[in-house]
Nanobody
């Protein structure tokens, strides 16, 4: 089965940096290839709705960002290692949330895979 495992979260002071990783497995069994999957990061803070953070499109590598993280976060991918990254710089207390990576099956757009999330806490 497809698994997405996030890592790299932690506690950091305001202005600091973290790099999150999302390592994928099980794609072949699902008929998928990591390099052909667009990957996305979302986050959810306590008592708030899930918020779009960033996307990286398969093949062309185009990237998209939520307004609140533009200019501070960078999404990237390493297809050879089935991993997507989120480099977060100049972190602010309002970035505190659980960060999730996700991808939607290119074979069935109604099927979405999510990781378990990694906690990022930014202290002021």
């Amino acid at each position: 089965q497809v698994q997405l495992v996030e890592s790299g979260g932690g506690v950091v002071q305001s202005g600091g940096s973290l790099r999150l990783s999302c390592t994928a497995s099980g794609f072949a069994a699902a008929g998928l290839t990591f390099s052909r999957q667009s990957m996305h990061w979302y986050r959810q803070a306590p008592e708030k709705e899930r918020e779009f953070v960033a996307s990286i499109i398969s093949g062309v590598g185009d990237t998209y960002y939520g307004d609140s993280v533009k200019g501070r976060f960078t999404i990237s991918r390493d297809d050879a290692n089935n991993t997507a990254y989120l480099q977060m710089n100049n972190l602010k207390p309002e970035d505190t949330a659980v960060y999730y990576c996700t991808t939607r099956s290119r074979l069935n757009r109604q099927v979405a895979y999510w990781g378990q999330g990694t906690q990022v806490t930014v202290s002021s």
